[in-house]
Structures are given as C-alpha cells and as structure tokens.
T-cell receptor
Framework: DTEVTQTPKHLVMGMTNKKSLKCEQH?????MYWYKQKAKKPPELMFV???????INESVPSRFSPECPNSSLLNLHLHALQPEDSALYLC??????????????FGEGSWLTVV | GIQVEQSPPDLILQEGANSTLRCNFS?????LQWFHQNPWGQLINLFY???GTKQNGRLSATTVATERYSLLYISSSQTTDSGVYFC?????????????FGTGTLLAVQP
C-alpha cells in the first residue's frame, strides 16, 4: 500500500473549470513533488517543495498553481486547462537533501482528462 | 541538463526467462533509483542505488558511477513483472531533490 495518498483518482474537467488535485503523506517527509506523465513517456518534474517552500518550478504554465499548506499536504490547483494537459499527475515525497536514504515514494496518481 | 537513456526500449520475455535492463546517464549523479510502473500507473521504488550492488529477491541492481551506468537484473521473470521500468537520477551540482527520469523500458512477460 502506498503511503502517499492522492485524490481524486480520476478527474474530468472542462477548459473553463477550476479544480484541485490533493496529495497527503504521513511519513514525516519534508520534500514533496508534482510530476506529470503523458502516455508512453517518463514522468516529468513540475514542482518541488522543500520545507513547505517552493524550491523548484520547471517553467510550468501558470494555469497550474501548486500549494503546500503544511508538511503533510500538497495541492495542485488547476484553472483554464487545455486538452493537451490531460495526463497522469503523480505526487511524491522524500526527505530533503542529497545522498543516502533519499528514497522517493509516489502516490497512485490522478488521471486528468480535459474536455 | 543531464540526459538519461534506457535500453532496450521494449522487451518481451517468456515467463521464467532472465533479463538485463540498462540505464546510461550523461553526468555524475549522487542519487539513482529504479522504479517499476504497473499498468495502473503506480510507481514502485525498487532500489536506491547511487553506487554498488543490491539484491532483493529475484531483482538485483548494479551501478557503476564512474562509468555512468546502472543495470537492473530480473531473474525467473513472472507475468507480474510486466510494466515499465524507469531509472531516475539526481545530478551532482544540480538542484537538490531534482530527480530526473530516464526514457523507460517497457517489459511484457508472457505466460
């Protein structure tokens, strides 16, 4: 069983809708991630939060807005998305920093379809 | 940025066969992990292996950091091993916690 929980598992939204993806972990990790994965492609890093502060933004369009309300929660707010944004969105967590023991754990993902 | 290439891109095996998957990376790394993604999208961490060799049941992995490659061995494959295998790396000198995924190997194990 994954220790990173994502909701919803499936989401269909229109291009004018506002929705949010949610992620929760209780492993005491202080780094949390959003990845985007298109079909038959590897996951692509979108955002990293370290100690609840945004540390990496991989030039993601502003229609994706991350939020880290506390050390256990990570949200991705979605607004005015395009059909090409349809993908699997993966949340993950790990310890902050480099080197030993920095194993990353993924949630089951949220399948997003934009119509 | 660092480039991470995996080979082969696709692999079909009969149940019981052995296989070797390769991950090449273009720059020095201080973090390398292997993952298995099942058909439902779940990514499972198999190994944290920036260097050396580890074994876990029928799976083992070896990373030769000085030569910038890692190998994942699957022995006595089972149908449940099917899915996509990714390696992911963190580049020395790059941003902390920036884990970049390789191109992946799609494995199909047939009964």
């Amino acid at each position: 069983d994954t220790e990173v929980t994502q909701t919803p598992k499936h989401l269909v939204m229109g291009m004018t809708n506002k929705k949010s993806l949610k992620c929760e972990q209780h492993m005491g990790h202080r780094a949390m991630y959003w990845y985007k994965q298109k079909a038959k492609k590897p996951p692509e890093l979108m955002f990293v939060y370290s100690y609840e502060k945004l540390s990496i933004n991989e030039s993601v369009p502003s229609r994706f807005s991350p939020e880290c309300p506390n050390s256990s929660l990570l949200n991705l707010h979605l607004h005015a998305l395009q059909p090409e944004d349809s993908a699997l969105y993966l949340c993950a967590s790990s310890q902050v920093g480099r080197g030993s023991g920095n194993t990353i754990y993924f949630g089951e993902g949220s399948w997003l379809t934009v119509v | 940025g660092i480039q991470v290439e995996q080979s082969p891109p696709d692999l079909i095996l009969q149940e019981g066969a052995n296989s070797t998957l390769r991950c090449n990376f273009s720059d020095s790394v201080n973090n390398l992990q292997w993952f298995h993604q099942n058909p439902w999208g779940q990514l499972i961490n198999l190994f944290y292996i920036p260097s050396g060799t580890k074994q876990n049941g029928r799976l083992s992995a070896t990373t030769v950091a000085t030569e910038r490659y890692s190998l994942l061995y699957i022995s006595s494959s089972q149908t449940t091993d099917s899915g996509v295998y990714f390696c992911a790396v963190e580049e020395i000198g790059g941003a902390t916690n920036k884990l970049i995924f390789g191109t992946g190997t799609l494995l199909a194990v047939q009964p």
